[in-house]
């Protein structure tokens, strides 16, 4: 089982940083929409839709403001929703995956397309990136759920691939497919005691690439402007930020 790699550290610290409460309920409501109008407002017959409460109830998101997106989703909203991946290239060489949720394709792409553009950036075919990165479960819970020992034994037991914990959490990576079955094993296993922050497949990176100076500043701001957009979901990158960079990026 690895340590907390450096990559991880950036993404983890830059989400805790960037997310306003308000955009992370916004995203975590339209999921919830999304999803509910996919599958059905049944969580035990939906399992986007379970990962997507789960998520919510990991964030704090009111039980009301739950039950609000989901009924929106049988409501007709949600909708027309497509799921779409850009990939790209930021500053360094950079590799940039972009996940969006969208009932607007072409406002998506254009929206996407200029904030690489304008930000030291720019738009590859589909595969450019994401054969460089692995598509994980990544179920995340908070530092007091357990010391790094405890939670490495929970996690083997529920038939997680790997741990990774630091002072600001532990983060339990599983297969594509065993997302589900190790986030429920985990749920019913801390129960009422602990509950996951996080469970969602994510895309890591297999090797990172260094950035530092005028570049970390421009990828940054690449990122932020992309995190910003209505349209997307999840922004993964494989950037590395060496120990004074970070400390750097974090005093402006």
Known sequence: ?????????????KGAQDKKRAALFARLSKELTIASKMGGPDPDGNPRLRLAI??????????????????KGQGGGGDDYIDIRYEGFGPGGVGIIVEASTDNKNRAATDIRTAFSKNGGNLGETGSV???FDQVGEIQYPADAGSEDEMMEAAIMAG?????????????YTAREDLQT?????????????????????????????VEGDQADTLMKLLD????????????DNSELSDEEMARLSEN
Request: glycine share 6%; no cysteine.
């Open 1 to 13: 089982m690895a340590g907390h790699s450096k990559w991880a550290n950036i993404q983890h610290r």
């Open 54 to 71: 789960q998520n919510a109830r990991g964030q704090s998101m009111p039980k009301d403001n739950i039950q609000r997106a989901i009924d």
């Open 130 to 132: 994401s054969f460089g």
């Open 160 to 172: 997680a691939q790997d741990v990774e914990s630091d002072e600001e959490g532990h983060w339990i």
């Open 182 to 210: 190790v986030a429920d094993a985990l749920a019913e296993h801390f129960g009422d005691a602990v509950e996951a922050k996080s469970a969602k497949l994510i895309w890591k990176p297999q090797n990172t690439v260094p």
């Open 225 to 236: 402007v992309l995190d910003d957009l209505d349209d997307v979901s999840n922004v993964y």
